[in-house]
């Protein structure tokens, strides 16, 4: 399987790549990892004129902190988020959703803004983005503007990214005491994308009461969503296991799961459920530990 | 459009005009006629054309040559050494870890490019470091036990050396 002929610009800074994707306009792609890309371009179901590598601008490929936040440059692969020990230790949500990505090879050369920009409904950093709150950063010659993760996922494959803009990081606050975040998945056993694939975050107030909880979904939906309802009904509450697994029963409140041949609308509905619940008390657990 | 790479394909320097729709394991394969990479499923799904990239397990048909350009690469042609055949190769020898051996330039990857980040993996860890490539013969326990033979065999070289 071979794509449909290209021309190829592999520009070494933001500012190259920015002109680029301005002169170029719809006929250009932007090249991440591309283990989404090239699959599509090598069946044809993508048929990009230009293709510009964002591989060369090692600027967008870092793990660092900003005081209490952690910024991840969007050209970072899989691998390396898997394997931060920043991230292991400040802010582990991100990593754990990381290493249950595809395989060693895919995580070797996928990256966190590929993945993102892509937007496939049943890929995993959505869940963990929404769940941590992050906020993207979107750069255009026309200047830079934040989005938050939950504007971000617009629809199926659509994200908020308007012409000529370039994911270039995105930023979240690290764990405080007292929080715990776990990420769940039940794997397509095939591809290994998610059927469900659930990120939570658990923070717990002095008394070891639910300060605040975040769910993040991914695989149910078109788009990864926020289980707001299920947020609501732990807040503030003495959390244990009947608690969440009664809150886990709105975990696809709302939403319209979707259907294929791997999995009907209804079993991922229950297993959005079951994941949402197991995911809750793993975060939990590891919440009461940072005490 | 034609581009210009330079890499190093098992330590030997080459430089290539190509077009920028040719995929790394088309490079390696009709450009430099090293066969041993084999073309699988082409949907990097199976692993067969699982090379090092930088000492990195990638798969070569998920990647353009030109994406390689300044990259150090080795294949299955670059493990043995003056006529002895790498640990992980001679593991698979052994042990059994091949039937119709068409997985097994890329499972044979993956595998060094386990022991080189890990020297001590446990089966677990052997069993994840191949998830990405596939085998219709073995039933893989026969390449988990290769793997973890030749991690012996390099812990006693490694031994010897100090």
Redesign the interface.
Known sequence: MIPRGFDYFSPQTLEEALALVAEHGAEAKLLAGGHSLLPMMKLRLAAPGVLIDLGRISDLRAIREEGEQIVIGAMTTHAEIEKSGLLRRRAPLLAEAAAEIGDVQVRNRGTLGGALAHADPAADYPAAVLALDAELTLVSQRGTRTVAAQDFFVDLLTTALEPGEILTEIRFAADGPRTGSAYLKLHQPASGFAIVGVATRVQLDSKGKCEATAVGVTGVAPKAYRATQVERALKGKALNERIIAQAAGKAAAGVEPLSDLHASARYRKAMAEVFTRRALALALERARRRQ | ?A?RIAVKVNGRAQVHDV???L?LV?YLRDVLSLTGTHVGC????C?AC?VL?DG????SC???A??A?GADITTIEGLARDGQLHPVQEGFWEEHGLQCGYCTPGMIL?GV??LNENPNPSEADIR??I???LCRCTGYQHIVNAIQSAARKLKQKSRKKS
């Open positions: 459009m581009i077009e920028p729709r995929l088309h082409e949907t990097s799904l692993g699982t990239l990195q397990a990638v798969k998920t990647l353009l030109v994406q350009d993956a490019a386990l994840r470091a998830a990405g490539n």
